[in-house]
């Protein structure tokens, strides 16, 4: 992970030294600025939106899995 940010950050400092390269310092700009919107716009969603239901699923899972462990003769907490 962090390789892959520091050939990110050589490739936007590249892009900022050169000479010819307007558009590609305009893209980098543009695009971190649109995360950045995405990132708080999220951020500041009430969490009853952003719920998938992965609660309910989980603890389905869980009864589920304690059952079987329990038929193998395992004990689960």
């Given at each position: 992970m962090v390789y892959?940010?520091?050939?990110?950050?050589?490739?936007?400092l590249h892009y900022?030294?050169?000479?010819e390269s307007l558009g590609e310092r305009s893209i980098c700009i543009v695009a971190a600025s649109a995360y950045l919107l995405i990132a708080m716009?999220?951020?500041?969603?009430?969490?009853t939106r952003l719920e998938l239901g992965l609660e309910k699923a989980?603890?389905?899972f869980q009864d589920g899995a304690s059952q079987?462990?329990?038929?193998?003769g395992v004990e689960s907490q």
């Open positions: 892959t940010f520091q050939i990110l950050a050589q490739l936007a900022f030294k050169g000479e716009v999220v951020l500041i969603q009430d969490e989980y603890l389905s079987w462990l329990n038929n193998q």
